[in-house]
């Protein structure tokens, strides 16, 4: 029984760990809506930290678009039904800039009966953040990545073509990903593009000059 104890605390803390590395906004929050655990990235975009989201009801850090959705949410709860919910929500970040996305609500628990909990995902759909009068350059290898994957590259591809490993593509990535606050690669490209990182017009895509 000790063993199995102390195997449950270490995947606990490793699931932990991983939750707040995460790039994406994500919290806990009970049946009603309070929030019992978050990450930074969603602490982030309420311009806060993670502790001070404990307790406070997502409802009130994110206004709902549609009062009709979070009432249909409320009774499917009732009903103990565990389908994936979905609200449009608006709010203020840190710059007191008013943004737009997606709330994404999963009912989780150990068993069927027991009470649900909600995992809560937070998708930003607006592009309206301003940006800090002198952004973190991107490095040439960055930039090269970017021009690769823009071009169809696969992170095979991108691997051989700039003398990294796989991991070392992914995590150039992942740090563009949570700088742009990009959700995707789709998205990371047009990035690129819009940021001046790559040369618009040209094929194969190619870094612009002095990004």
């Known amino acids: 029984m000790d063993a199995a104890r102390r195997e449950a605390v270490l995947w606990r803390n490793r699931a932990l760990t991983l939750f707040d590395r995460v790039t994406v906004p994500v919290a806990v929050c009970d049946v009603h809506g309070v929030v019992v655990l978050a990450n930074p990235a969603m ?102 990545i970017l021009a690769l994957l823009a071009g169809g590259a696969t992170t095979a591809r991108a691997a051989r073509e700039t003398d990294l490993t796989t991991d070392g593509v992914t995590y150039h990535l992942r740090r563009l990903s949570a700088r742009w606050g990009a959700a995707n690669r789709t998205e990371l490209v047009a990035r690129a593009y819009a940021l001046g990182v790559l040369t618009p017009g040209v094929w194969p895509p190619t870094p612009a000059t002095g990004a």
Do not use: K
């Open 43 to 144: 602490a982030a975009a309420c311009g806060t930290t993670p502790g001070r989201l404990r307790g406070r009801n997502v409802l009130e850090l994110f206004t709902p678009q549609e009062a009709t959705q979070v009432d249909r949410i409320a009774q499917a709860l009732r009903l103990r039904h565990r389908s994936r919910y979905q609200v449009s929500v608006c709010w203020r970040d840190a710059e007191g800039t008013e943004r737009h996305g997606e709330l994404t609500a999963d009912p989780v628990s150990d068993t069927v009966q027991d009470t649900p909990a909600l995992l809560v995902m937070l998708r930003v759909a607006d592009e309206h953040r301003p940006r800090a009068a002198e952004p973190e350059p991107v490095t040439p290898v960055e930039a090269r």
